[in-house]
């Protein structure tokens, strides 16, 4: 079962509030914050790059993101993959060595710090998808 | 204590949770007199045996009994006590010491249950012989349950595989925890030179919080994963070919372990290397596919078991794609009929895997030719040839897995 997009502008604002999701959750944001593994996600039906780190001193929550590859850090971690792929990743039906065996995400830089990343960010299934389901039923998978 | 004693410790406490003396003494294995010697010298700081022996007690006086056949003197044990080494905890544990026992004969005729049976599952269950002859309720309670279970239909001796399970399972659970207070309470505090009297306290506190908790989280994980399992032995029975054997079920195995982690282990020392060993378990853990699962780690190896080959061919190139960092992974996998067996898997499938693992290099999957047939398109198998593998008198065909097109 495939759910798709209706535009870029939509993507863009779910997976921004999945961002939002981790970085305030209280339990994975610090988290993620301490990993400190700034990442690079390619969308490439979407054409849209965001960049993600943890937030620095002064900055609110434990994420910082932009939506673009002009930004003053490097990333760690590069993973490419479709709309449809990282919205069946945050719902936990995206298992990511075999998306990668099966080509559906492309990893990149140090991967090892991806693989170190999954347990954390597991918790956001649920919150992924209990938003779906109240602001997004459509793209539920 | 006389007999006027033990009436008036009895009187104290009518609900029963505490024992005489002298019952006290047979329950520890220890004669009356040397209990009341080991009181006098102080040996029980932290109960007030005066109103007779609760459960906490006994266990203790057990404790000693064990540490004197093992040759600690009663100047030895007198020291460790005053430094908090040996400090009884988890009362409620051990709440049964206080309550009905049975011999075998007794514990046979209230269970309905045969004596050389009971003896039998006392062995499958991994406890003591000596288990034996100190029976509690709660244990004829389980022989009850056995005795349900073999009357409903199913065979003893697979009931008695299953019970072994139990058995291992649950001992390696209690050690865990037991370690985990041992570990990160007991020690430091004696490290840090806590009094005794501290130590009991802070003991008793923690476990009276931490310990309740487990049977719980236990329970609960015990039905998630028998809900898994569900699952699977429905795919199972949907995806299975027929021809198999009865009692034997087809299953992927891969066997991972870290190549050169001998050497790693004199570069970094134990500590280190057992670090390493825990994070790489926990990411194979961690990044399995749901109908793949870790059936057991033997230091740095893991065996994992799934119904589905593909997805585990799968997951083994990805992982390898992820795991860029010295000591790399190396991995085998094969495809076969098995023997399910006391939780585990035997024959000579499974060997057949362990041996294709072993001829693996740093960063590679091999799987012999069953698991390129299940396996999907997107994935290139380089054909390494026959070769020898130890122990089978015939050579395996093996292949090197990986992404398509990057060969």
Known sequence: MTAQFESTEQFRAVIDRAMTLMSEDPDMGPKLRDADVPQRYEFDDMDLVVNARAARQGEQGNLYWEWTDDVDWEPKVKLTMSSEVANSYFQGKENVPVAIARRRIKAGGDVKSALALIPITKPVYGLYRSMLESDYPQLVV | ?407
């Open chain 2, 1 to 407: 204590m006389d007999d006027n004693d033990e009436l008036a410790a009895n009187e104290q406490n009518p609900s029963g949770d505490t024992l005489p003396a002298a019952e006290a003494a047979e329950r520890a294995g220890v004669s009356l007199s040397t209990l009341r010697r080991w009181v006098a010298l102080g040996l029980f700081p932290k109960h007030d045996t005066s109103k007779g022996w609760g459960p906490s007690a006994i266990a203790q006086a057990r404790s000693l009994v064990k540490l004197r056949e093992r040759g600690y003197s009663i100047e030895q044990l007198q020291e460790a006590i005053d430094e908090g080494r040996i400090v009884g905890y988890a009362d409620e544990l051990v709440a049964e010491m206080v309550g009905e026992r049975f011999t075998l004969k007794e514990a046979a005729k209230a269970s309905g249950l045969k004596a050389e049976v009971i003896e039998e599952l006392i062995a499958a269950i991994g406890l003591p012989a000596g288990a034996l002859e100190d029976l509690g309720a709660e244990d004829v309670e389980m022989f009850r349950h056995f005795e349900t279970a073999v009357e409903s239909g199913f065979p003893r001796d697979a009931l008695l595989q299953t019970v072994r399970v139990y058995g291992q399972a649950v001992s390696k659970i209690a050690d865990a925890e037991v370690r985990l207070v041992h570990l990160h309470v007991h020690e430091p505090l004696l490290r840090d030179g806590v009094s005794s009297e501290r130590i009991a306290e802070q003991m008793d506190g923690i476990t009276e919080e931490l310990l309740p908790l487990f049977s719980p989280v236990i329970d609960h994980l015990h039905r998630r994963f028998l809900n898994h399992f569900v699952e699977q032995d429905i795919v199972g029975h949907m995806e299975s070919e027929s021809g198999g054997e009865i009692g034997q079920v087809r299953v992927a195995i891969a066997f991972a372990d870290l190549a050169g982690y001998t050497q790693l282990t004199e570069e970094v020392g134990d500590e280190e290397a057992a670090g390493i060993v825990e994070r790489f378990v926990a990411n194979v853990n961690q990044s399995l596919p749901d109908e793949a699962r870790i059936l057991k780690t033997i230091g740095d190896e893991v065996m994992i078991v799934s119904a589905d080959s593909a997805s585990l061919t799968d997951w083994a190139v990805g992982f390898q794609v992820l795991s860029n960092e010295r000591p790399l992974p190396r991995i085998g996998i094969h495809c076969g009929n098995v023997v399910f067996r006391d939780g585990d898997y035997f024959g000579r499938e499974v060997n057949l895997a362990a041996r294709v693992a072993a001829r693996a290099a740093a960063g590679e999957v091999l799987v012999t030719w069953p698991v390129v047939e299940m396996a999907g398109k997107h994935l290139e198998f380089e054909r390494i040839g026959e070769v020898q593998l130890k122990g089978f008198s015939h050579a395996t065909e093996l292949f090197l897995a990986g992404l398509a097109g990057e060969k």
